[in-house]
Every structure is written in C-alpha cells, then in structure tokens.
C-alpha cells in the first residue's frame, strides 16, 4: 500500500496527521476488502487552494473541506490496464485533497478533535474513492454507515 502525504498548507495541524491518515486510509481499503494492493495520493492545503480547485473542478466558488478524485471511472474488468501503476502493480484508487482550516472550523463547531475530524474526512474521501456517494438519502445512508465504521 502506498500512501503519499503532500502537505502544501502554511498553518499546521498540531497531531500526527500522517498516522491518522495512513490509519484510516489502511482501514478503509481492509473494509472495502480491496483485492489489490492500492495507492492513494492525500493533498493537505489552505482555503485559498481548496477553493481553487473545487471552483475549477465542480464548478462551486467557494472553499470546501474535503475533496474526492477517484482514479476508476468505470468497471475495473474494462480497463484495468488504467487503473495500476506500472511500476509498481498497485491499483490506483484516487486522490484527496484536504483543508487544514476546515479541518480546524469543525473539529471546533461540532465539538469534537482536530484528530477526530481528520480521520472522518479522510474515511468520507475513501468511500467516495471506492465509488460510494450521497446524493440520494439511501446512498446518503450506506455511505455513513460505512465511514461511520471505518
């Protein structure tokens, strides 16, 4: 399992951010009972940059705490050729990209830890990585149940 951590923000987490991300990145991926190894690239930034991408990608101008890129766009069987890295076999599963002030705004308004909110965005991000979403309150309602246990 490969985990790349990029932090790009100036204002820093005071928790190891790392441990809690490979943690739950590791817990999601035994969950979901992925047959293959995986690797999945976690983006740690400032509103400004949130904002930026979640403007150019979806079209939303305004900042975000977290966003999903999921690297299988169809069935797997299709083209699985796309989907692993060469060089090291490993299915590539997608990208997260994480605000380090929203991070800190809910773990302040909700009422709970900075870890906390952390590893439940990262565990939101992995089911959207593994194709699960909530536009529809049933899928509403398997998604959190799913993030809920990781």
């Known amino acids: 399992m490969t985990i790349n951590i990029e932090y790009e923000a100036e204002e820093k987490l005071d928790l190891d951010y790392e441990k809690i991300i490979t943690d739950v990145v590791n817990e999601a991926v035994d969950y979901e009972k992925c047959p293959y190894e995986a690797e999945v690239n976690v983006t740690i930034v400032d509103s400004e940059s949130i904002h930026e991408i979640n ?37 590539l599963l997608g990208d997260i990209v994480l605000c380090v002030q929203k991070i800190k705004e809910q773990a302040d ?3 709970h830890s900075e870890k906390r909110e952390l590893a439940f965005l ?16 049933e899928e509403s309602a398997v998604m ?7």
């Open 55 to 91: 403007k150019e990608y979806r079209n939303i101008d305004s900042p975000t705490d977290v966003l999903s890129f999921d690297a299988i766009e169809d069935e797997l069987e299709n083209n699985a050729e796309d989907y692993f890295n060469p060089d090291t076999g490993e299915l």
């Open 109 to 111: 308004k909700y009422g």
């Open 122 to 137: 990262t565990a939101h991000s992995m089911m959207h990585l593994f194709g699960y979403d909530h536009m529809t309150p």
């Open 144 to 150: 959190e149940a799913k993030q809920n246990e990781v």
